[in-house]
């Protein structure tokens, strides 16, 4: 599978045919889930109505965890494997859990104030999050600190695979330290302690929030390859030989037809 | 929101900013490299 989308022609054709379809699911699922968030659900007997922005605090935090942990395995197959597009998966997810990880340090604060009566505390959950943001930046930084594009994202590869010992840390945190932020209830041994009621809209936010994660990142690396092309062609003023039909993907340095 | 909205609205708010930005900016940028690369190899002479 991960051979046969190594051809970027081939990826971007999949991913042209896929997109409409991912991008309608999210808008759909996303459009639900905040009817079911903010009207139809519940509010909680103790946190009142402030429980909504647990329909978006939650789900953002699992995709920046999940975007991070994405970007560590495609790092790691780049260097590995030197596949031709985890390179570009790496780097075109990083904004996106960028993204989701300031949502969910934002919405957390929001809920905090009236619930803990602070806006931040220095607990080992908020700190390891906060972490997790500071290697998104310091990631896209790295990637974009090099005039060879290929160092670039060597040296981000490492720092990715070097910060996935965060992501043990935040989840276990409510574990291993005395925390205010409260342990898990969804995902944790012995099933969720969430009432339905409030764990369906929660679901159907995170299924929204994935599908949003998928269409931006095939959108980010369709855009990351188009400009490589693009840049080949102003270079040299014309593309390399291709083989539309095979299966190995070609450089796109041009007068040489390598396959890679 | 029972007391709770000068907390839930600005949630959902910068949530919306956000990645609605994000999405917007995304999708404006890929139909503009698409737009240019498909003009260029117009103009090279080659076409996908």
Known sequence: MLNRFANPARFMRASGA??????????????LGLVWSLVLAPPDYQQGESVRIMFIHVPAAWMALSAYLLIAIASAVALVWR????????QAAAPIGAAFTL???????????????????????????LVLFFLYLGYIALVNAFDDSSRGARAGSLLALVGIVNLPIIKFSVDWWNTLHQPASVLRLGGPSIDRSLLLPLLVMWAGFALLFLWLLLLRMRIALNEKKTRALR???????????SAAPLSVVPGVAVKL | MGGYAGFVWPAYGVTTAVLGGLALVSWRRHRRSGSELLDLQRRVGTRE
């Open chain 1, 235 to 245: 270079l040299y003023g014309q593309p390399a030989a291709r083989d539309e039909e």
């Open chain 1, 83 to 90: 596949h031709p597009l985890a390179e570009i998966a790496a």
């Open chain 1, 18 to 31: 896929v997109l409409p379809w991912v991008r309608t699911a999210a808008a759909c699922m996303l459009a």
């Open chain 1, 103 to 129: 949502v969910c340090l934002a919405t957390g604060s929001l809920w905090g104030r009236p619930m803990w009566g602070a806006w931040w505390v220095w607990d080992a959950r908020l700190t390891s999050v």
